[in-house]
């Protein structure tokens, strides 16, 4: 079909002019639709990320919630810690352990009275024994100790003075005067409490049990005396801790009741501090403050020159004479969070797990050196993962979305950098912070059972408490021999003796 045009000149220049027009028009619709084309895909996109970040979390709440909280590598993930290992374990063959030698025994003895021969009816000679054994565990044994002071009087004062004196015995000096309590009754409450987290409710069930009847009220006066008898220790353990010249720390949440100028519902704070793991006389202090504030670690530390190291907490910074180190198992984990999170096993969360696992395992390797040697092997062998590491971090960073977790992982790494180079500069230090947080774990798991101190004379003494607690277990000291030594020699000693033959590590009970 076709068209007829006009012989006009006029007509045809009118009707080009009007199909110019209306091709003008159809370019700014197309201009208009191409706009608007391009700001649907970027809301698209905007809401497609935001999906996925959703879709994240959500994987990784249902793995938190309902999986395993391994952080290790999954199966078929290169593991170069793994690969580095040329040399096969030998196979230990398993079996019952036996019993622990220092253990009392007591002997049973089992005698046939006339053994006669099942074959000819003779008589049977013992040619040997079998023996075997079992544990005996008698609960909450109590028991009193009477004391007998025997009082002497003068016989010629009775026949020719008005009054005679009266001499007593003297009783050794108690860790609670006037009190029932012994110093094994004090050790027992305190390792029960505050070792294997029975909240005191449950104490005053099992004395119940064993016969004695004693109220929660009692039990928690017991806890906070204690406290102020072990205070002077604290401070020398303190003395020790600050002259080091790396540290570790931490701080998690605790709930306190009855303090002034609160309520009830604040969040109050339990800082940790640490030896670094290769100290050989570790120490570990609790400090309960009210705030998290950055005065919190600069009070304590006041005294302290050296490196600390901590997570990315930004109040740790900035204190003088103090250069904060970085945590490695923290972005470990953040790493680990996206791989819980990605849809598929490979990725970049893998790739910077395996970086990071490479830098694990010349660890590995390197904790039965000398820090000299460590340090040197760490320059060596770790200086160059981490550049590679970085490197990529960089490249990848332009890449992710940077709300989803793989980019939150990558953005914290990059950010925390140069802290988490730090651990290369002393042999003394960790690549992680992980030994504060096993010392931090008793604390939070003691929360759940008794959830929340009533008074801040009661946090200060779970403060002390848990000070000699967990630095008997960093010392491998048992801790009830430990606080029954206590309570039986610092009441002998007066308010300024040397206290530093009781130190752990001095006291004579190492395992």
Not at 318 to 332: E, F, L, S, T
Not at 459 to 477: E, G, H, K
Request: include cysteine; glycine fraction near 4%; proline fraction near 5%.
């Amino acid at each position: 079909m076709t068209t007829e045009l006009p012989d006009d000149i006029e007509q045809l220049k009118q009707m080009l002019a009007k199909l110019q027009h209306e091709n003008q028009v159809l370019n700014s619709k197309n201009i208009d639709l191409d706009t608007d084309n391009k700001v649907l895909s970027a809301k698209n996109k905007k809401l497609q990320n935001s999906l996925n970040i959703a879709l994240e979390q959500l994987k990784l709440n249902r793995k938190k919630e309902f999986g395993s909280r391994s952080e290790k590598m999954p199966k078929g993930t290169f593991n170069e810690a793994e690969e580095n290992q040329s040399e096969s374990k030998p196979r230990v063959r398993k079996g019952r352990k036996a019993l622990p030698e220092h253990l009392e025994r007591e002997e049973k003895s089992y005698v046939i009275d006339t053994p006669t021969c099942s074959c000819c009816g003779h008589d049977m000679h013992a040619c040997g024994e079998q023996i075997s054994e079992q544990v005996k565990i008698i609960p909450e044994k109590i028991s009193v100790i009477k004391h007998r002071q025997t009082k002497y009087a003068c016989r010629e004062c009775e026949a020719t003075s008005i009054s005679s004196s009266v001499v007593t015995a003297p009783k050794p000096a108690q860790p609670i005067p006037g009190s029932i309590a012994s110093p094994e009754a004090l050790a027992a409450v305190v390792v029960a409490k505050y070792c294997d987290a029975l909240p005191l409710y449950r104490l005053t069930d099992i004395f119940a049990r064993g016969g004695l009847e004693i109220t929660r009220g009692t039990l928690a006066n017991w806890c906070i005396k204690s406290a102020e008898l072990l205070s002077p220790l604290i401070a020398v353990m303190k003395t020790h801790l600050l002259a080091q010249s790396t540290l570790c720390a931490d701080e998690t949440t605790i709930q306190v009741l009855d303090e002034k100028d609160r309520t009830a519902q604040q969040k109050s704070y339990m800082w940790v501090y640490r030896s670094n793991e290769y100290t050989a006389k570790p120490v570990v202090i609790y400090d309960y403050q009210p705030s998290r504030a950055r005065r919190c670690p600069k009070a304590f530390l006041a005294g302290f020159s050296g490196y600390l190291q901590c997570d990315g907490y930004s109040v740790y910074e900035n204190i003088d004479n103090i250069i904060p180190v970085g945590c490695w198992a923290h972005a470990r984990r953040k790493f680990h969070d996206a791989l819980t999170a990605q849809p598929k096993k490979t990725g970049k969360a893998t790739v910077a797990l395996n970086y990071i696992q490479s830098l694990y395992a010349i660890e590995k390797k390197a904790k039965s050196l000398t820090p000299e040697e460590r340090q040197h092997l760490r320059v060596k062998k770790a200086e160059p993962v981490l550049q590679q590491l970085h490197e990529w971090l960089s490249k990848s960073a332009k890449t992710v979305t940077p709300k989803s977790k793989i980019g939150v992982a990558i953005s914290y790494t990059l950010n925390q950098w140069e802290k988490l180079r730090r651990y290369l500069y002393s042999g003394e230090l960790g690549i992680d912070n992980n030994v504060t947080e096993r010392d931090i774990r008793p604390f939070t798991t003691g929360r759940k059972n008794w959830m929340f101190s009533q008074s801040v004379d009661g946090a200060d003494a779970s403060a002390v408490l848990y000070s000699i607690v967990m630095t008997c277990r960093a010392n491998d000291i048992n801790p009830y021999l430990y606080f029954q030594k206590l309570f039986t020699e610092l009441p002998q000693r007066d308010e300024f003796a040397d206290l530093s033959d009781l130190l752990p590590w001095n006291a004579g009970l190492e395992a």
